[in-house]
Nanobody
Framework: QVQLVESGGGLVQAGGSLRLSCAVS????????VGWFRQAPGKERDFVGA?????????????YYADSVKGRFTISRDNAKNTVYLQMNGLKAEDTAVYYC?????????????????WGQGTQVTVSS
């Protein structure tokens, strides 16, 4: 099993910044990746971006993002701290949602929630306009 715990959510004004953290623990896989999703009230859970987490046989880019956040959001990792970060800049009211981190092991470059096997509980981000 893999455990993921998000933190860092809160209330921020439009145009502001916020950094979310995702603490990862538990089983280590030969290859795995960690993604961020968000879900606004009454809407489906949407993919935000993902980053490689473990494994040495990767090729190509180490991160990928949804078009809606490209240039504003950045995902990074600190393996020594077992933590993945989501830096969000230029926040808009439409970024308001519960943000989840999730771990997957097979379908790299996927944006489908079903391809992620382990999920955190989520952290609320509210952007006031």
């Amino acid at each position: 099993q893999v455990q993921l715990v998000e933190s860092g959510g809160g209330l921020v004004q439009a145009g502001g910044s916020l950094r979310l953290s995702c603490a990862v623990s538990g089983r280590t896989f030969a290859r795995s990746f960690v993604g961020w999703f968000r879900q606004a009230p009454g809407k489906e859970r949407d993919f935000v971006g993902a980053i490689r987490w473990s494994g040495i046989s990767w090729s190509g880019d180490s991160t990928y993002y949804a078009d809606s956040v490209k240039g504003r959001f950045t995902i990074s990792r600190d393996n020594a701290k077992n933590t993945v970060y989501l830096q969000m800049n230029g926040l808009k009211a439409e970024d308001t949602a519960v943000y989840y981190c999730a771990a997957g092991t097979t379908a790299w470059k996927t944006s489908h929630a079903d391809d992620f096997d382990y999920w955190g509980q989520g952290t609320q981000v509210t952007v006031s306009s």
